[in-house]
């Protein structure tokens, strides 16, 4: 009877079941404290005035654009078991990883923030409050895509959305620091904090510092590559010799960088963008030697085709026309906003070419058209403001030109952001992804 008894209290649940709440309530916790921190920062910053139009164009966009991708792209999934947690939850190195960010990003630069409001470094301030403002929506996106409401790959979405956009917003305030004049112009501390007379910043260096800061994170890719170079792969093109397309978007590249038309940043993005390339191919994304990755479109598409020439002649052909009309009329405002764009189209098309050989795998071949989109549309935002901000009693060319330029910029800000927000991320990845997992088997970390 007794062990009867012992039987039926196992098969019993009652009592072990609520136990398993327990860890969801110390996950819960962990979560709410940076998710409240977190929203008490943006909301100071929002409220100081230190936040810019764009930033908050930025983030609206990036609530929008988050549900948009969450319904057409990546639903979540009707059975929770098919969504297990990327990494254990538990691990010490989990939480380590964003306490020791939460330190650097947050809490010392808001103490950074604090004593240059002691000692008036207004440049200081504006320069840090951008990277604050982004960093502190960030850890609010990530309680909100960590919700039962979002999927896995929103979750993901959100930190290297964000974190795409701050490194440009760093990349400045390391510059703005660099550039402070010396101690006694600059008339703060040694230590790092300066006065400065006046909250506003002068006109001239306003205008520097909403360029280098302008809105969406996003600068390179196109479909046109990514499909002309689907075909190009269905080719079988031998390693090591490049394609017509690949040398003349390699001309431009070389004739661009000698004429001193390409700022040293966006040669080192480039190089970079090399160097990453590499490295994902070998530790996250490598090639199955055994199986051939299937092509994400067919290359008959015609409607991709077209849409890929589409994108030649807006984002190269016509620039490139620009640029020699403008050596012509003198325009060096307008040359100067358009090559960086070019030069990095050209880029990409170049590392498109180098991505469909058979050295790389198919989410290689995603990489470099957002990577490269994304970059660009930071350098069309310029073009853009470029564009607008001329005079024309002081511009000194025709009319017409100023509009063509104008227009130039606004299609080719539309047809890359569609490129990048409707096509690539919503369309291109999820197919590239589900082709590459669905013909490998991956390793379990």
Do not use: C
Request: no cysteine.
């Amino acid at each position: 009877m007794n062990s009867n008894k012992a039987k039926i209290r196992l098969l019993q649940p009652s009592n072990s079941a609520p136990k398993m709440a327990k860890p969801s309530k110390l996950s819960t916790n962990r979560t709410t404290y940076p998710f409240g921190s977190s929203t008490a920062s943006w909301s100071w910053l929002s409220a100081s005035g230190l936040v810019s139009p764009q930033d908050f164009a930025f983030v609206v966009f990036s609530v929008i654009y988050l549900f948009f991708l969450s319904k057409f792209a990546f639903p979540k999934l009707t059975d929770p078991m098919e969504e297990p947690p990327v990494f254990n939850p538990e691990s010490y190195i989990v939480w380590l990883g964003p306490l020791f960010g939460g330190i650097i990003g947050i809490v010392i630069p808001i103490a950074y923030m604090f004593e240059g409001f002691i000692e008036g470094d207004k440049e200081g301030i504006r320069a840090a409050a951008r990277h604050v403002f982004l960093l502190a929506r960030q850890v609010f996106m990530d309680g909100v895509a960590f919700s039962d409401r979002f999927s896995t790959p929103i979750r993901v979405f959100v930190p290297v959305f964000y974190n795409a956009k701050r490194i440009f917003t760093l990349v400045d305030w390391v510059k703005r620091e660099f550039l402070k004049a010396d101690d006694q112009e600059y008339g703060g501390s040694a230590s790092g904090v300066g006065p400065i007379s006046d909250i506003s910043l002068p006109k001239e260096q306003e205008q520097e510092f909403k360029e280098h800061h302008d809105p969406i994170s996003s600068s390179k890719l196109s479909p046109k590559s990514q499909k002309n170079q689907t075909l190009q792969s269905t080719t079988n093109r031998k390693p090591g010799s490049f394609s017509f397309r690949q040398l003349n978007a390699l001309a431009v590249i070389v004739v661009l960088s000698a004429s001193g038309m390409v700022s040293p940043q966006d040669l080192a993005f480039v190089l970079f963008s090399i160097a990453y390339m590499y490295f994902i191919s070998k530790v996250a994304f490598p090639v199955q030697s055994s199986i051939k990755d299937p092509a994400v479109f067919s290359p008959q598409n015609k409607i991709l085709r077209l849409y890929v020439l589409l994108g030649a002649i807006i984002g190269l052909v016509l620039p490139i026309a620009y640029i020699f009309e403008g050596i012509f009329e003198s325009d060096k405002q307008g040359i100067s906003a358009a090559s960086p764009h070019v030069f990095l189209l050209a880029s990409q098309v170049f590392m498109e070419g180098l991505a469909f050989s058979d050295q790389f795998s198919t989410p290689i071949r995603v990489f470099v058209p957002v990577f490269y989109n994304s970059r660009r549309i930071f350098t069309i935002v310029e073009w853009l403001t470029s564009e607008f901000s001329k005079d024309y009693a002081e511009y000194g060319g025709s009319a017409k030109r100023l509009y063509l330029g104008r227009a130039l910029a606004i299609a080719n800000m539309a047809f890359w952001s569609f490129n990048l927000f409707g096509f690539l991320l919503p369309v291109y990845l999820p197919r590239a992804f589900k082709k590459y997992y669905s013909t490998h088997k991956v390793k379990e970390y």
